[in-house]
């Protein structure tokens, strides 16, 4: 059928298009139908507009001008030969117009990826979906897939941004706390694991199959989540390495009282200090990328930093992470207690913390004390391995897309869990199969062993704080000086402005990151009480370090 291509047909109204057994356009007038359609809708502030099949570039004219400047227009095509008109009449100046962007894909990761070059989601906080067209009609559920897919990613985005907002300051001031820590500590990457990596969240599916984990306890090398430390020792069973990764004091209860000495324990520069404080083994470190700073891409401070992992949200999926990548690539990798859902009120295994402290806090009065709490954080649905649909936790959920990604990349991933949700692991559903697995383990020829040596300098460290603690020095007396200038906004000088933004973490706790030399009142005094707060901090850190040896 010749419709299987798209036709050009000059109207008195405008050039129109015939594809598929349809016109794309408004039959009698297709310029002016299209130019009314994009002058009546209504663009936002700070929204991402998508124009699905943008076709000849009617409309693209009247959406820019009304565009606001902090709003984008992506334009996508679905079909080659429609975007092959677009390239062909749509208006250079439109195409290279800064505040355009254009793709052909019908794969959402790849634009995921292809806008993430292009623009700072963080900016954002609309996703707006304007057909202009017919051509939408022809791929009307992949546009729809689209506008839906980045607004689940934007609003991740903006969940993490309000996160680091609320956190942000704590994980910078452990940081810089826990470089004491580095001397005799080693980089993750120097982590080699010989044997199958049995990773233990500390969901309640650990609960069930326990004795299966002493049954293999020899053939495996046993990754313990911190918060499942306190089961782990109630039941006696021993692991050969520990993950911790959170910033709050909180979490020191999970190490509290317990038997373990000697282990090896993996933590980010940002745990909370006192965990590395009194661990009692070998620590390997790294730096988990919470948000993409400048700072921690300048060679001089990434040279001595730990060794830096991506942002994967839970402590679970850093332990699966990691042995992933410090195992044999022919080894399996079995997981339990990666849930990723729990009965309301109960969001851990027995035992833990968080389900001894709900314990305490029942009474006649209030038998339930995390039943509400629970109940109101699940919104979604989904089912469980064994068919059963519930509810689910957004924030559990952006955990377990993430699990999914590090399985897909790895196909070697196993799940002992006999509840939570599917995150893409082969699923173990009884020991025989176990058994098997091992079975097929080939034998590993040996390797040089772990030093365990030290691989940080201290007179290195102590220097890298010294420098911090300078540039701070620096930039609060520029951001002082134009303070009391009182001119608003706040001009800074290009020195101190460059110094600024090689320290963006000083941003952290704002709503958004300033894009120009000049700030507002409001956050150059926020700036300034940041520079004293970090300033105060390091002094403290210098104290600790000890002199070194000559």
């Known amino acids: 059928m010749t419709d299987l291509i798209p036709r050009l047909e000059p109207r008195p109204g405008g050039t129109n298009i015939f594809y598929k057994g349809k016109f794309l356009y408004h039959e009698q007038s297709p310029e002016e139908h299209t130019r009314t359609r994009a002058i009546s809708v209504s663009l936002p ?8 099949s943008p076709l000849v570039g009617y409309g693209m004219k009247e959406l820019l001008q009304r565009l606001p400047s902090s709003s984008h227009l992506v334009c996508i095509e679905k079909d080659q030969f429609l975007m092959e008109i677009t390239l062909r009449y749509m208006v250079p100046q439109i195409q290279q117009d800064p505040r355009v962007s254009f793709i052909r894909t019908d794969s959402i990761p790849a634009l995921i990826e292809y806008l993430g070059k292009k623009i700072d989601w963080k900016r954002f906080r609309k996703i707006l979906l304007v057909p202009l067209n017919r051509g939408y009609i022809l791929y009307r559920s992949f546009y729809d897939e689209v506008e839906k897919q980045l607004f689940l990613y934007l609003e991740r985005i903006l969940r993490n941004r309000l996160t680091t907002i609320r956190l942000g300051n704590r994980w910078m001031s452990n940081l810089f706390q826990n470089l004491v820590y580095l001397p005799n500590a080693t980089p993750v990457t120097e982590l080699r694991i010989q044997k199958a990596p049995l990773v233990l969240g500390a969901g309640e599916s650990l609960e069930d199959r326990f004795e299966w984990i002493k049954k293999v306890r020899d053939a495996v090398y046993l990754i313990s989540v911190d918060t499942a430390l306190p089961f782990l020792s109630s039941v006696g069973i021993r692991p050969d390495l520990v993950v911790s990764v959170d910033a709050q004091a909180i979490n020191l209860q999970d190490f509290l009282a317990l038997p373990f000495q000697g282990i090896p324990l993996v933590a980010d520069l940002t745990v909370f200090p006192g965990i590395l404080r009194i661990w009692k083994g070998p620590i390997y470190l790294f730096l988990s990328q919470f948000e993409p700073l400048r700072w921690f891409e300048d060679p001089q401070n990434a040279a001595v930093l730990p060794p830096m992992l991506p942002p994967l949200g839970s402590v679970g999926n850093i332990a699966l992470y990691i042995a992933c990548t410090c195992s044999f690539p022919s080894l399996p990798v079995l997981c339990l207690g990666m849930d990723f859902h729990y009965v309301p009120g109960k969001p851990h295994a027995r035992g833990t913390y968080t389900h001894r402290f709900y314990l305490s806090q029942q009474h006649r009065l209030n038998p339930s004390p995390l039943l509400e709490n629970g109940l109101n954080r699940q919104r979604g649905t989904e089912r469980l391995v064994n068919g059963q649909k519930v509810k689910t936790d957004p924030v559990l959920q952006s955990f377990l897309e993430v699990a999914r990604d590090i399985c897909q ?53 102590l220097e890298f704080v010294q420098g911090v603690y300078e540039t701070l020095q620096e930039i609060e007396e520029g951001v002082e000086k134009a303070i009391s200038s009182n001119a608003s906004p706040v001009a800074l000088d290009t020195d101190t402005h460059q110094k600024l933004e090689a320290l963006d973490f000083l941003f952290l706790n704002l709503p958004e990151l300033p894009s120009s030399d000049t700030l507002d009142v409001a956050t150059a005094i926020q700036v300034r009480s940041n520079i004293k707060r970090y300033r105060n901090l390091l002094s403290r850190v210098k104290q600790l370090f000890s002199p070194p040896t000559s």
């Open 409 to 461: 990349q790895e196909k070697r991933v196993y799940t002992l869990c006999s509840r939570g949700l599917d995150f893409g692991a082969y699923p173990v559903g009884d020991f025989p199969i176990l058994s098997s697995i091992f079975e097929k383990i080939q034998p590993i020829s040996s390797s040089p062993s772990q030093s365990n040596l030290p691989l940080w300098n201290t007179q290195r460290v």
């Open 45 to 52: 502030e700070k929204a991402i507009i998508l124009v699905p």
